[in-house]
């Protein structure tokens, strides 16, 4: 199992960011995905799931400005970041399965990628 994500960098506030997370090594089109993150010195925080037929979750603090999505014919997963604050600036990781905050339950992650929001 291996998953890859990108676009992650340096956004100013208010902006925005699309993250990818391509996957390999098992059935995508069957499984659920999250999202999550880590800010500096801080723990993990889910932040998005999916689940393989589309229904969709979302943080309360991302609610209204995150989009999950995903495309089954690419074994990819997404997360469309608009009005990005300072605050979400962390390490965005994502993971097989969709178990919200129950990190024991992951046994697949990706190497995560850097989102920094400042001006």
């Known amino acids: 199992v291996q998953l890859v994500e990108s676009g992650g960098g340096l956004v100013q506030p208010g902006g925005s960011l699309r993250l990818s997370c391509v996957t390999s090594?098992?059935?995508?089109?069957?499984?659920?995905m999250t999202w999550a993150r880590q800010a500096p010195g801080k723990g993990l925080e889910w932040v998005s799931g999916?689940?393989?037929?589309?229904?969709?979750f979302y943080a309360d603090s991302v609610k209204g400005r995150f989009t999950i999505s995903r495309n089954n014919a690419k074994n990819t997963v997404y997360l469309q970041m608009n009005n990005l604050k300072p605050e979400e600036t962390a390490v965005y990781y994502c993971?097989?399965?969709?178990?919200?905050?129950?990190?024991?339950?992951?046994?697949?992650w990706g190497q995560g990628t850097q989102v920094t929001v400042s001006s």
């Open positions: 999916i689940y393989d037929e589309g229904a969709t």
């Open positions: 993971a097989v399965g969709s178990y919200r905050d129950l990190w024991s339950k992951y046994e697949h």
């Open positions: 090594g098992f059935t995508f089109s069957r499984s659920a």
